[in-house]
């Protein structure tokens, strides 16, 4: 399967710990996105990287949240000191970095969960 | 400020007849609008991309329209089958970057 992966699916963790996801664009692809959304919600958007640099970031993004994209591949997303306003469902996804195409291919997701 | 609005409430169409959903934004014309189809649990997929300068645009038996009058995009699912049941998300760009907006989505069910 090429498509855009997402690890790990589930994460249920209590408030205060902290947080990592992982995704892995689809290979060719240069940009990578990030998103949040909530059950009867679009996704929100976080941040959004072109190959390795981070060229932008949501206002919503709290200090809490960090992500990276090394190397211009694989990206993580990280939570800090969780609260349960984070329970969430965390989308990944991907598109190409040349001509006119704008659509986003992205991954299953991973739905977090704050107790 | 760009908004997204689309029909929060589901809308339920019987197999074989025509479903339209309508997908409504704010501010000035976007470069194009984009919808995709979001299943339960899963990340939302692509479907069509509709630039402003095009009135209609079709795949299989799927149509969308832009009229950048009304400041709204029709989604047209025609022969509807129960498989078509999913969660429909426009979007537009914010600006000229790639960053989207997205609406909230309108769950369509398919009725057999």
């Known amino acids: 399967d090429t498509g855009v992966s997402q690890n790990p699916r589930h994460k249920i963790t209590k408030r205060g710990q902290n947080v990592t996801f992982r995704c892995d664009p689809i290979s060719e692809h240069n940009r990578l996105y990030w998103y949040r959304q909530t059950l009867g919600q679009g996704p929100e958007f976080l941040t959004y990287?072109?190959?390795?640099?981070?060229?932008?970031k949501s206002r919503l993004l709290s200090d809490r949240f960090s992500a990276e994209r090394p190397k211009g591949s694989f990206s993580t997303l990280e939570i800090q000191r969780t609260e349960q306003g984070d329970s969430a469902m965390y989308l990944c996804?991907?598109?190409?970095?040349?001509?006119?195409?704008?659509?986003?291919?992205f991954g299953p997701g991973t739905r977090l969960t704050v107790t | 400020s760009q908004k997204i609005e689309q029909n929060s409430e589901a809308l339920n169409i019987q197999e074989g007849k025509t479903a339209t959903l309508t997908c409504n934004y704010t501010n000035y014309s976007p470069a194009y609008l984009q919808w995709y189809r979001q299943d339960p649990g899963r990340g939302p997929v692509f479907l069509l991309l509709i630039r402003e300068n095009e009135k209609e645009k079709r795949k299989e038996r799927l149509k969308v329209t832009f009229d950048t009058t009304l400041k709204q995009s029709l989604f047209h699912i025609t022969a509807s089958q129960p498989a078509d049941s999913a969660t429909y998300l426009c979007?537009?760009?914010?600006?000229?970057?790639?960053?989207?907006?997205w609406g909230a989505g309108t769950k369509l069910i398919i009725k057999p």
């Open positions: 979007a537009r760009p914010r600006g000229s970057n790639y960053q989207l907006i």
């Open positions: 990287f072109q190959n390795e640099a981070q060229l932008e």
């Open positions: 996804a991907s598109s190409p970095g040349q001509g006119r195409t704008y659509e986003q291919y």
